[in-house]
Structures are given as C-alpha cells and as structure tokens.
C-alpha cells in the first residue's frame, strides 16, 4: 500500500517524466498509418478517406484533451482551478460536425471513420503488450 501513497511527487507521476505519454502518441500515428497503408492498397477510397480521417481526429482529441486537463490542472495562487465543462464538449460537437459533414458529402465510410477515431484503443493495446513483454521478460 505504501507504493501507491509515493507514487505522487509534486502533484506529478515520477518516473518516466511523460514517456508513458509519447509512447501511447507514437502507438496512435502508427496505429493510424499503418491502418491507412494497409486499405489505400486493399480497400475502396472511401474507407481509406475514413481511417485517415478518424485518426486525424483521434490524435487532434487526444491532443485537446491532454492540453486542456493539463490547464485544468494548473492552480494559480494555491486556488482550486475552475474545470469548465463545455470545454470538454466543444470537442465532442466539433469531431462530430467533421464527420457528419464529410459523412454528408459521402467522401468517407462511417464504420472506417469510427474505426480510425479508435487508434487510441489500438495505442493503449500495444502499451499495455509492451508492458507485459517487460514485465514477464525483463524482470529487474
């Protein structure tokens, strides 16, 4: 138990310094090309529009939110920071108004488009092998 009451420096996770961070960015823009390389060869235009586009907008929401927790976060003066939750929506109505207007001018497939805005559950999968592959290979 006492590991987890240490686990917090400074308001801060100590260890990898942000690392945790760029790795599950790094897994979300291959996740994203590599899913774009695979159906530009394979699948219609319209699909290959779709994954390119949802993972545009996964990585342009994974961005968003990081940035605006770490301003919420953020205290001036000792002061609790005040969380304003339709900044948290606005990003929700503004993928949503991307995709139903591309959906609109039929320039991508829906099911990509979703598939594509799922590249942080692929980035998080490769996180949490790569982490059972250090766990259970690398003990030390």
């Known amino acids: 138990m006492s590991e987890i009451a240490n686990s917090m420096k ?6 990898d310094d942000g690392a945790f961070e760029l790795r599950i960015l790094r897994n979300m823009i291959i996740a994203v090309s590599f899913a774009v390389i695979v159906s530009a060869g394979f699948a219609p235009w319209r699909v290959t529009n779709g994954l ?3 993972g ?3 990585l342009l929401n994974h961005h968003w939110l990081r940035t605006s927790i770490a301003a919420a ?3 001036e003066d000792g002061k609790h920071p005040r969380v304003r939750v339709w900044r948290y929506l606005i990003r929700y109505v503004v993928i949503g108004a991307i995709v139903f207007a591309a959906y609109e001018l039929n320039l991508i497939s829906l ?4 598939a594509g805005l799922s590249a942080f ?3 998080v999968f490769a996180e949490a092998f790569r982490s059972f592959y250090l766990i259970m ?3 030390g």
């Open 10 to 15: 400074n308001g801060r996770f100590t260890g």
């Open 52 to 54: 390119l586009l949802g």
């Open 56 to 58: 545009v907008l996964a």
């Open 73 to 75: 976060f953020m205290s």
């Open 111 to 114: 099911p990509a488009t979703i």
């Open 121 to 123: 559950v692929a980035a």
């Open 137 to 139: 290979f690398h003990r």
